[in-house]
């Protein structure tokens, strides 16, 4: 049994259809809580990941209620991550989240909260009660209390004097304001981050870089948005290495660099947005280096580029580099371990004759001016293929091929796609037509995104997250009983396809940005949880599920043209057990209106927003 365990919390909201892939060791709540209990139940020692990005204030509330079934124990141990950089509402108040926390606290080892800077938060994590926390990353957030016994903190951004404790073993710092630091007692970092904006090295970076090193560091990273150059930097991290007696693996800088750095880690060499043109091709790297990432840098022969990169790369990440590759042999045999090469923006107008190594499992080539993949012998451990945003009018892939399982064709406009042999789970095109897209119908093809797609497919064989933008005759499309994510933003539509409401299993129906003025809607089944009918035209609208209890959870119908709405609106709203937000939002709704709302609508509602005399929606509902 493993030690270390992840699981991913979402709603019924569609995935973003890029082809990475969910790293959750569970499908569901329920296959997490059956596992807790059992780890709960027998004392055994693991460590759970829990992420959950937020969205909406339903988000919020589910995560509440899934930590509210969690059992205490001295045993399993719990690391939360919260993601709240996408958060739709201009306050956040976490005080109940941290008081759903309460029967659980020494459970939890790790705290992880982004959030963004444009969110007003409301709420401060008091690190006295959790006497067992070993990690705290906080980005835009408070907290109080000692970091006392803390092995990992990351703090964005500092805006007083902090005091660093012994115990830690991993810090980041982002500095906006000037700050200062305190060290208490004898630390050992093993690894350090800094983000700088005013001098590219700080008092309290020289500070940290003498007093906390040893020699165990293996890892420094550090991020400079100023104006000078941060070549003092390395120079100080070199003298303090030599100081102290330690060997980096992993090394990443972001920012102007005037000469070659004085030091190179073992393993790991980020080097990012150099105004050096000559640098690149002056590194001296190790042959023990495993990982380059060098982004941003302007003028590069790859010819001289990939000569002097060591075979022992296994990943490669060389986005946003622009130059010349008339002196590129086009052959990248030499790297035996290499899994992932990242060509983003480089400029590649042709990929004829290019010789990839054996083992690559992950190619990305976007924003290039690739116009045909005709011929291309991609390695036959290739899983990944991401073409978005080049010139590639069609696509064929032959019996030869590799296997892919995911394929991203988006912003190519692509007339005819031919795949005769696959594994296709996802894939994401902008297609003008699709009379070739009989292979969408094997059954392992599982997510499937369309834009600008005249004649869409009129049937998917086993499909369970289904997205298309801008297309056309989507009244033909027989949608199978799979399907559980359906997003059909901005196709143009006058009315809702009457043949959508008969799925089975829909969790997610999106249908903002479109031009329905009526929706009347009576569904097949309960299984639907969140409906999105935004910056529509309605004018009326009606909901009707058949009898037993509702799943719906959010309900968006925010930017419309009502001008009068109802808990009658709902059907019978006695049903809805667990609905959690309703967004009225941008709609001629009077406060009157809004006021008998909040008294009729479920006693499961936290959220009623609307905008009344607002430039901002207000939720009026305090509960």
């Known amino acids: 049994m493993k030690a270390s365990y992840r699981y991913e919390i979402t709603m019924a909201r569609p995935v973003n259809m890029s082809i990475a892939r969910s790293e959750s060791d569970f499908m569901n709540a329920r296959e997490f809580h059956m596992f807790d209990m059992y780890c709960v139940d027998e004392e055994l020692e693991a460590v759970s990941k829990i992420y959950s990005k937020m969205v909406c204030m339903a988000d919020l509330v589910e995560l509440q209620q899934f930590l509210a079934m969690l059992k205490p124990s001295s045993k399993s141990k719990l690391h939360l991550d919260m993601d709240f950089c996408g958060w739709r509402y201009q306050r956040l108040d976490l005080t109940l989240l941290f008081e759903s926390l309460d029967h659980i606290r020494n459970r939890v080892i790790g705290l992880s909260l982004r959030v963004s800077s444009r969110t007003e938060v409301n709420g401060e994590i008091d690190l006295d009660l959790f006497e067992n926390m070993e990690v705290l990353k906080l980005n835009e957030s408070k907290f109080k209390g000692s970091l006392s016994g803390l092995k990992q903190f990351s703090l964005q951004p500092v805006i007083a004097t902090v005091e660093l404790a012994s115990s830690l073993q991993i810090l980041q710092l982002a500095d906006y304001n000037g700050i200062d630091v305190e060290v208490k007692g004898d630390a050992s970092l093993d690894e350090l981050s800094f ?72 393993e790991e060499l980020e080097l990012c947005y150099n105004e050096n043109d000559s640098l690149v091709c002056q590194l001296k790297l190790p042959p023990t280096l495993k990982k380059l990432k060098l982004v941003g840098h302007n003028n590069v022969d790859f010819g001289q580029l990939f000569d002097i990169l060591p075979p022992s790369l296994e990943r490669i990440d060389l986005s946003f580099v622009c ?124 997510y499937l995104k369309l834009t600008n797609c005249r004649f869409p497919p009129t049937q998917f064989l086993n499909l369970t997250k289904l997205q298309l933008e801008n297309c056309y005759q989507i009244d033909n499309i027989s949608f199978p009983s799979t399907i559980k994510e359906l997003e059909l933003a901005s196709n143009n539509l006058t009315e809702i396809p009457p043949h959508i409401l008969r799925l089975e299993n829909l969790r997610y129906l999106g249908l903002s940005r479109n031009k329905i003025e009526s929706a009347i809607l009576t569904f097949c089944s309960n299984s639907l949880e969140v409906l999105d009918l935004s910056s529509n035209d309605i004018e009326k609208f009606h909901l009707t599920f058949p009898k037993g209890e509702s799943k719906l959870k959010h309900l968006d119908l925010g930017y419309n043209q009502l001008r009068g709405f109802s808990v009658e609106c709902l059907g019978d709203a006695e049903n809805y057990n667990c609905f959690w937000e309703l967004d009225l939002s941008g709609n001629a709704l009077s406060k009157d209106q809004i006021d008998t709302l909040t008294e009729e609508l479920p006693k499961s509602t936290k959220s009623l927003w609307a905008t009344i005399n607002e430039t901002f929606a207000k939720n009026y509902i305090e509960r």
């Open 195 to 266: 983000t700088c904006s005013g001098e590219p090295v700080p008092e309290y970076v020289k500070k940290i870089l003498m007093q906390m090193t040893y020699q165990g560091t293996t890892s420094i990273k550090y991020s400079y948005t100023g104006n000078d150059c941060v070549d003092d930097f390395l120079v100080l991290v070199a003298e303090v290495a030599k100081r102290k007696g330690f060997t980096l693996k992993s090394l990443a800088v972001e920012g102007p660099l005037v000469g070659v750095p004085p030091m190179y880690p073992t």
């Open 323 to 446: 130059g010349d590759w008339d002196n590129f042999k086009r052959d990248l045999s030499k790297f035996k371990r290499l899994k992932h090469l990242n060509l983003t923006s480089n400029w590649l107008q042709s990929l004829e004759d290019f010789i990839f190594p054996d083992f690559l499992e992950e190619l990305i080539l976007e924003g290039n001016n690739i116009t045909t993949i005709e011929g291309v012998a991609f390695p036959k451990q290739l899983k990944t293929l991401n073409l978005n945003l080049n010139q590639i009018q069609k696509l064929s892939l032959g019996k030869s091929s590799p296997p892919l399982q995911r394929l991203n064709l988006d912003n190519n406009f692509v007339g005819s796609i031919q795949i005769s042999s696959h594994n296709l789970e996802q894939l994401s095109a902008t297609c003008t037509a699709t009379e070739t897209l009989s292979f969408l119908q094997a059954e392992n093809v599982r």
